[in-house]
């Protein structure tokens, strides 16, 4: 069992920066592939970011590549996500997720995680 909290979320405005941060819990974080989901109001959840274990390999979302950047400390059991050039497009409830998996595995469906984080609030205005 692995639990997740994030934190970092926030109202900032138009083109400013945030990083958020998920906790994991486990003593064996480093063996699980990660990602970052985002949820707007009214509308479906959508990939962000995802890395796997060793967090040498990463994938972004269209909407997010040059923007956002994904990453882990594995020795803090912690998963990052820094978004720069916020937009009000952007606003959303943030959730970090995690799933057993090998050092290449790397899944960008919601479907494939089976540990998430209760999320945190993003609001950017314009």
């Known amino acids: 069992q692995v639990q997740l909290v994030e934190s970092g979320g926030g109202l900032v405005q138009a083109g400013d920066s945030l990083r958020l941060s998920c906790a994991a819990s486990?003593?064996?974080?480093?063996?699980?592939?990660m990602a970052w989901f985002r949820q707007a109001p009214g509308k479906e959840r959508e990939f962000v970011a995802a890395?796997?274990?060793?967090?040498?390999?990463?994938e972004y979302a269209d909407s997010v590549k040059g923007r956002f950047t994904i990453s882990r400390d594995n020795f803090k059991n912690t998963l990052y996500l820094q978004m720069n050039s916020l937009g009000p497009e952007d606003t959303a409830l943030y959730s970090c997720?995690?799933?057993?998996?090998?050092?290449?595995?790397?899944?960008?469906?919601?479907?494939?995680?089976?540990?998430w984080g209760q999320g945190t609030q993003v609001t950017v205005s314009s």
């Open positions: 486990a003593r064996t974080a480093s063996d699980y592939a």
């Open positions: 890395i796997t274990w060793s967090g040498d390999n990463t």
């Open positions: 997720a995690a799933r057993p998996a090998g050092i290449w595995t790397i899944s960008v469906r919601a479907g494939a995680f089976v540990f």
